[in-house]
């Protein structure tokens, strides 16, 4: 318990960090959001200009001191600010609108990838040297291939000229968006590319790194000695090598899942899926200063959330962390 309580207490000030950077990175950047809503909608008033540096927290008015600690107790509150392309739509709504689309397709995808990977990695160690095993430079050379790349050449192969999948959006035009049969499957149907897109640039690198793993685990004493025993080979796969080569990757994974939110950035722009990896894009080519800066934070402490849930469990499963710990 003392060595989670250290790593808590690590992890707050990382996010407090995070949530500093995130407020005077943008500030030391030229222009701000009332710059670019002034630029964009040159007939506003002189009045107006106040009212949008009170609203948008920028201007002469307070320090920047102030500005820090309105800062932070606005996002103690939850409220990210207001929308600059969307005015006056606050933030959060956006991204909650926008968040799902993306945990879902990349989140379901990167699991997929993880127990796919995973399995492979346990069965090429396993059977290392066999016809599967020297598959392994395939799966390096998906894995290595730019998956926005492959993206395009998906695209042109099964939906521009084979027409077996939708070339973009998250649904059928003319639905509305809802828990309904018609929208569920549409949405499922327009998804099935994206995923393809991430699993197969994806699994190659879960699978060799489980295999290395397994590899070295195979070869430890207390393995050794379970094959001396004569233990069944699928226990001795499972139990004793699978069980003890997975918890690099299980760390890794964690840390994949910090990095959902985030999206597949370039993939979401090729196939104009409405997550966040889009919304993100459009922020930034429009200076939507508020967006962008909601997206950084709520992207930093993904991160730092999965890495500390990541090392809570594996404190649980591994009995040599709490050894260690009690030593």
Same mark, same amino acid.
């Given at each position: 318990?003392?060595?989670?309580?250290?790593?808590?207490?690590?992890?707050?000030?990382?996010?407090?960090?995070? *949530?500093? !950077?995130?407020?005077?990175?943008?500030?030391?950047?030229?222009?701000?959001?009332?710059?670019?809503?002034?630029?964009?909608?040159?007939?506003?008033?002189?009045?107006?200009?106040?009212?949008?540096?009170?609203?948008?927290?920028?201007?002469?008015?307070?320090?920047?001191?102030?500005?820090?600690?309105?800062?932070?107790?606005?996002?103690?509150?939850?409220?990210?600010?207001?929308?600059?392309?969307?005015?006056?739509?606050?933030?959060?709504?956006?991204?909650?609108?926008?968040?799902?689309?993306?945990?879902?397709?990349?989140?379901?995808?990167?699991? !997929?990838?993880? +127990?796919?990977?995973?399995?492979?990695? *346990?069965?090429?160690?396993?059977?290392?040297?066999?016809?599967?095993?020297?598959?392994?430079?395939?799966?390096?050379?998906?894995?290595?291939?730019?998956?926005?790349?492959?993206?395009?050449?998906? &695209?042109?192969?099964?939906?521009?000229?084979?027409?077996?999948?939708?070339?973009?959006?998250?649904?059928?035009?003319?639905?509305?968006?809802?828990?309904?049969?018609?929208?569920? =499957?549409?949405?499922?149907?327009?998804?099935?590319? #994206?995923?393809?897109? !991430?699993? !197969?640039?994806?699994?190659?690198?879960?699978?060799?790194?489980?295999r290395n793993m397994m590899i070295t685990t195979l070869g430890e004493d207390y393995v050794l000695?379970?094959?001396?025993?004569?233990l069944a080979p699928r226990r001795i796969m499972l139990a004793y090598g699978a069980r003890n080569?997975?918890? #690099?990757?299980?760390?890794?994974?964690?840390?994949?899942?910090?990095? &959902?939110?985030?999206?597949?950035?370039?993939? =979401?722009?090729?196939?104009?899926?409405?997550?966040?990896?889009?919304?993100?894009?459009?922020?930034?080519?429009?200076?939507?200063?508020?967006? &962008?800066?909601? +997206?950084?934070?709520?992207?930093?402490?993904?991160?730092?959330?999965?890495?500390?849930?990541?090392?809570? &469990?594996?404190?649980?499963?591994?009995?040599?962390?709490?050894?260690?710990?009690?030593?």
């Amino acid at each position: 318990m003392k060595h989670i309580a250290r790593r808590l207490a690590f992890y707050v000030a990382a996010a407090w960090a995070a *949530i500093t !950077i995130n407020f005077f990175v943008p500030r030391a950047m030229p222009g701000n959001a009332v710059d670019a809503m002034m630029a964009q909608f040159p007939h506003l008033e002189p009045g107006a200009l106040k009212a949008l540096e009170a609203e948008f927290g920028v201007g002469s008015d307070g320090s920047l001191l102030h500005q820090y600690g309105s800062y932070l107790v606005n996002i103690l509150h939850g409220n990210l600010g207001t929308d600059l392309t969307q005015f006056p739509t606050p933030v959060s709504s956006i991204i909650a609108s926008t968040l799902p689309w993306t945990l879902i397709l990349v989140g379901s995808a990167t699991v !997929i990838s993880f +127990l796919l990977g995973t399995l492979l990695g *346990i069965f090429a160690a396993w059977r290392r040297g066999s016809r599967f095993d020297n598959l392994m430079p395939g799966f390096i050379f998906l894995q290595a291939t730019p998956y926005f790349f492959l993206a395009l050449l998906l &695209v042109d192969l099964f939906a521009a000229h084979l027409h077996y999948f939708p070339e973009q959006r998250g649904y059928d035009i003319g639905l509305v968006p809802g828990w309904h049969l018609n929208f569920i =499957e549409s949405a499922l149907y327009h998804s099935l590319l #994206p995923a393809l897109t !991430i699993v !197969i640039t994806s699994v190659g690198g879960w699978m060799l790194g489980m295999r290395n793993m397994m590899i070295t685990t195979l070869g430890e004493d207390y393995v050794l000695s379970a094959v001396a025993k004569g233990l069944a080979p699928r226990r001795i796969m499972l139990a004793y090598g699978a069980r003890n080569a997975i918890l #690099p990757s299980f760390a890794a994974f964690s840390t994949s899942l910090g990095l &959902v939110v985030s999206g597949a950035l370039i993939m =979401e722009v090729v196939f104009a899926y409405p997550g966040v990896g889009l919304l993100l894009y459009n922020a930034v080519t429009s200076n939507d200063y508020p967006m &962008v800066q909601a +997206l950084f934070l709520i992207i930093s402490l993904a991160v730092l959330g999965a890495n500390l849930i990541a090392e809570v &469990v594996y404190v649980l499963v591994d009995p040599r962390t709490r050894t260690a710990e009690a030593a």
